[in-house]
């Protein structure tokens, strides 16, 4: 799938951003997608930054729910952020994400970023209820671009209902005591084998990666290019850009 250029702005500009705080809304405008929590933006600042020739993607969370006690969620919770799980085929669950699409669109958004959908590992059995959520986010934002991180277990049928993939974490990562640092190569050769699969696709790639050093930084970079991915490098609340 081709990507659409920026218009409507001097000087070159960066594929993509993923930043996780607010404003900054001149350094947003050096990058032709950014990726943004959809509460942290008005409809006045999305309105420039379009105009601007930014395509915006607003967060979504499809299977862990960081909002007050719910009967969709589960008991267990992400032990990294403290998002419970959720029962991702629960309608009630279904009809609260799809809400929160439709009012991301509606102040100004021009695309979603749908997150957490790695859970083959944990919850396998909600992958059918997972393609189904994201097919009715689909209807709900059509045309808007669809961007999905990870998902590999819903392989390859997402990539007939989003227009890109990311692979978060692809080369480098965040560990313990906030250092940074490259995968073991296992690791490396795991995510190469799954790179491969995905250039087989009709989709956008992306890699975004964690670094605190040049070094740590040109190599993901270097090899999210090898592997057909646009990469972007921030720290781990992506409060970077």
């Not at 992958?127 to 059509?142: G, V």
């Not at 940074?180 to 296992?186: A, F, G, K, M, S």
Request: net charge negative.
């Amino acid at each position: 799938m081709a990507r659409t250029p920026a218009s409507g702005r001097d000087g070159v500009t960066q594929p993509i951003a993923f930043y996780y705080g607010a404003g900054e809304l001149d350094r947003l405008t050096r990058f032709d997608k950014v990726v943004l929590q959809a509460d942290f933006y008005s409809r006045q600042e999305l309105g420039l930054l379009r105009e601007r020739g930014v395509q915006t993607l607003g967060y979504l969370s499809l299977t862990e729910d960081v909002g007050p006690r719910a009967p969709w969620q589960r008991a267990e919770r992400n032990p990294d952020w403290g998002g419970a799980f959720v029962h991702v085929g629960d309608p009630r669950w279904v009809a609260h994400v799809v809400d929160q699409a439709t009012r991301a669109m509606a102040t100004g958004f021009r695309g979603l970023f749908l997150d957490t959908l790695n859970i083959e590992h944990n919850y396998p059995e909600d992958l059918p209820h997972l393609l189904i959520l994201i097919a009715a986010i689909q209807e709900e934002a059509r045309p808007a671009y669809l961007l999905a991180n990870r998902g590999f277990g819903l392989l390859p049928e997402i990539a007939g209902l989003v227009d890109g993939i990311l692979f978060e974490s692809f080369s480098a990562r965040w560990v313990d005591a906030g250092r940074y640092e490259p995968w073991p190569d296992d690791v490396l050769e795991a995510h190469a084998e799954v790179a491969e699969r995905l250039l087989g696709l009709d989709v956008d790639l992306y890699a975004l990666d964690y670094a605190d050093s040049d070094e740590l930084r040109d190599f993901a970079q270097r090899r999210a290019r090898e592997f057909g991915m646009l990469c972007f490098v921030s720290d781990r609340v992506l409060s970077t850009i």
